[in-house]
C-alpha cells in the first residue's frame, strides 16, 4: 500500500514538473507585437543601427560602436551595428523601415527618398565647423594629366555606383567636361575609396575618384589633386518610419548633444577624428545633389 502511495505521489510531482516545462517553453513561441518588444518604439528591444560598407565590415562596426553604445545607454536599449553587404542593400533596408536608425551618404539618402519616400531626419555630421564636404579627382603626382578634358582615353578608377564622391558627382563633372565614360580608354568599380587610391599609386588606372579625407591620407604617397567636387552636404542619420515620433525627438536630441560630454565626443572621434558635432538637418540642404542627379537620370556606368 505505501508502494503504490508513493509511487502515485511520484507520478503526480513528474506531472507537475513537466507541465511547467511545457508552459514556460511555450511562452518562447508565443507570437509578440514587433512594435512593442521588438525594434521598433519597445522600450527594451534591440534597436539596429546600420551603416553602409564604405570600409571593411570589421572596420565600420569598430568606428560605430561607441555611438551605438552612447544611444544605448540614452535609451535604455541594446543598439547593434549592422553593415549592409553593399550600398543598395543598404537604402533597401532603411527603404523598407528593417533597420531602426541608418546612416547615408547624400547621393544614397536622395536615391532612398526618390524610391521609398521620405524618413525621419536626425542629424548630419559637421567636420571642423563645416556642415558640407568635397570629394577629389585624382591622378598620381608625376603625372602628364592637368584638366578634365586629359582623361579622355584614360584608364579610370571609381569607388562604388552608388557612393556620391567615388562615382557620381565626379562622373557628373566628367560628363560636364565632355569626357564621357564611353570616351574613356576603360573604367571601373573597386568598392572603396581606399581601393581607388591604392589603384591610382600603383598605376593600374591613371586617375580615379575619392573623398577628401582619402585623398589627403595618400596625397604624401604620390597623389595629386586634379580637380575637387562641388561642395555636398555631409552624411547624415535618419531613422525608420515605424519609429514613434517620441523616440525619433529623443534620437535628434541625443545627436544633436553628443559633443557636450566625453562619451559622446569620444563616440564621434571613433567614427571620425575631425567631426566637431552633429547638426540639425533638412531636405533643402541636398538641393544641389538632386540637380546633380537628376542630370544624370538614365545615365548608367557605362555610358
Known sequence: MATKFLRHKFFLRFAFVLLCLLLSTATVFVPVDRAVAGSHGGSHGTMTLAVHPFLSSREVIKRFRPLAQYIGGK???????KVGKDYDEHIRFIG??????????????????????????????????????????????????????????????????ASTMSHIVPHYMLRQAGVKADRLQSHAFL??????????????????????????????KGLRALASTPKISEHLFVASGDLSPAVVKKLQTILSQLHKDKEGRAAMAAIKKSMTKMVPVKLADYDNLRVILKDMEGVGPSR
Open 191 to 220: 568598392g572603396s575609396h581606399n581601393n581607388v587610391a591604392f589603384a591610382v599609386l600603383s598605376g593600374d588606372y591613371d586617375a580615379g575618384a575619392v573623398k577628401e579625407a582619402v585623398f589627403y591620407k595618400f596625397a604624401a
Open 75 to 81: 535609451l535604455d536599449r541594446k543598439v547593434v551595428v
Open 96 to 161: 523598407e523601415n528593417r533597420v531602426d536608425i541608418a546612416f547615408l551618404g547624400p547621393a544614397s539618402f536622395i536615391m532612398m527618398l526618390e524610391k521609398y519616400g521620405n524618413k525621419p531626419l536626425l542629424a548630419r555630421f559637421e567636420i571642423k565647423g563645416k556642415p558640407f564636404f568635397q570629394g577629389k579627382i585624382i591622378v598620381r603626382d608625376q603625372s602628364p594629366i592637368h584638366t578634365l578634358q586629359d582623361l579622355e582615353n584614360k584608364r579610370f578608377a571609381f569607388g562604388d555606383p
